[in-house]
């Protein structure tokens, strides 16, 4: 894995507290990811990971807390362009086909009409680009919005557990295209709940239970956890609590 460029921080993240339905789902949480790195956002479901990507994007009302992305507030109209966001969901019309979702989103995003062909190469859907997205597998429909997320040129990309159902083939070659993107500069936020995603990153945030339970790299969370795999180490940091990230932060 390619050592990233050290440079300054694409996202800055101060205090963020969101509540949703009456409940705290994040409490007062605090990183910083440093531009063209692949961070990697890890912890189980229901942890907290999709509303903190939400916030980074500035679709979900926080209640408190500052979070500023590329050197602007969330959600700021200049960032339009520059941010690409993958939901879980895939977000692409099904009764179109790959090409035509993603020359309509191209246009839309006043990305060059060659980006087309360049995504669909990017996420190995060529060969289907003519294809119905209703009449792909889920793996394929799933590729056609990441196609989306790749148009143009953004600076940060914050993509919503993008592998899952992936065969592991696949989920490889994406692996290797985002550290190709990173390499040129780009910033990766990449959710998984599959920890073993963790050796792929520059970077680790483990998140549980609206906690930041560790910032580290995995060689440093593995000394620093007395653990052989990341999987161990976020069990111990389990027990340690949240205070058990300070060392990381």
Same mark, same amino acid.
């Given at each position: 894995?390619?050592?990233?460029?050290?440079?300054?921080?694409? %996202?800055?993240?101060?205090?963020?507290?969101? %509540?949703?339905?009456? +409940?705290?789902?994040?409490?007062? +949480?605090?990183?910083?990811?440093?531009?063209?790195?692949?961070?990697?956002?890890?912890?189980?479901?229901?942890?907290?990971? *999709?509303? #903190?990507?939400?916030?980074?994007?500035?679709?979900?009302?926080?209640?408190?807390?500052?979070?500023?992305?590329?050197?602007?507030?969330?959600?700021s109209p200049d #960032?339009?362009?520059?941010?690409?966001?993958?939901?879980?969901?895939?977000?692409?019309?099904?009764?179109?086909?790959?090409?035509?979702?993603?020359?309509? !989103?191209?246009?839309?995003?006043?990305?060059?009409?060659?980006?087309?062909?360049?995504?669909?190469?990017?996420?190995?859907?060529?060969?289907?680009?003519?294809?119905?997205?209703?009449?792909?597998?889920?793996?394929?429909?799933?590729?056609?919005?990441?196609a989306v997320t790749?148009?143009?040129?953004?600076?940060?990309?914050?993509?919503?557990?993008?592998?899952?159902?992936?065969?592991?083939?696949?989920?490889?070659?994406?692996? *290797? #295209? !985002?550290?190709?993107?990173?390499?040129?500069?780009?910033?990766?936020?990449?959710? *998984?709940?599959?920890?073993?995603e963790a050796t792929?990153?520059?970077?680790? #945030?483990?998140?549980?239970?609206?906690?930041?339970?560790?910032?580290?790299?995995?060689?440093?969370?593995?000394?620093?956890?007395? *653990?052989?795999?990341?999987?161990?180490? !976020?069990?111990?940091?389990?027990?340690?609590?949240?205070?058990?990230?300070?060392?990381?932060?």
């Amino acid at each position: 894995m390619t050592e990233p460029r050290v440079g300054d921080a694409a %996202v800055v993240v101060s205090d963020l507290r969101v %509540v949703r339905g009456g +409940m705290e789902v994040l409490h007062g +949480m605090s990183l910083t990811v440093q531009r063209g790195t692949v961070t990697g956002l890890l912890g189980p479901s229901g942890g907290g990971k *999709s509303t #903190l990507m939400r916030a980074l994007v500035g679709v979900q009302i926080v209640e408190s807390g500052v979070v500023d992305v590329l050197g602007l507030p969330a959600g700021s109209p200049d #960032l339009r362009h520059r941010v690409g966001y993958l939901t879980q969901a895939p977000s692409v019309y099904p009764d179109l086909t790959a090409r035509e979702n993603l020359s309509y !989103f191209a246009a839309v995003l006043g990305a060059p009409a060659s980006d087309v062909d360049r995504v669909l190469a990017e996420v190995d859907l060529t060969d289907a680009a003519d294809r119905v997205v209703s009449q792909m597998s889920g793996g394929q429909h799933a590729r056609v919005s990441l196609a989306v997320t790749l148009l143009g040129a953004p600076e940060l990309l914050v993509l919503d557990e993008p592998t899952v159902g992936l065969d592991p083939v696949l989920r490889s070659d994406l692996w *290797s #295209l !985002f550290h190709d993107l990173a390499d040129r500069g780009v910033t990766l936020l990449v959710s *998984s709940h599959v920890m073993d995603e963790a050796t792929r990153c520059h970077r680790l #945030l483990l998140v549980r239970e609206g906690d930041l339970i560790a910032d580290s790299t995995l060689p440093e969370l593995l000394v620093r956890t007395e *653990s052989d795999t990341v999987e161990e180490a !976020f069990l111990k940091l389990v027990g340690a609590g949240p205070a058990g990230a300070n060392g990381d932060r």
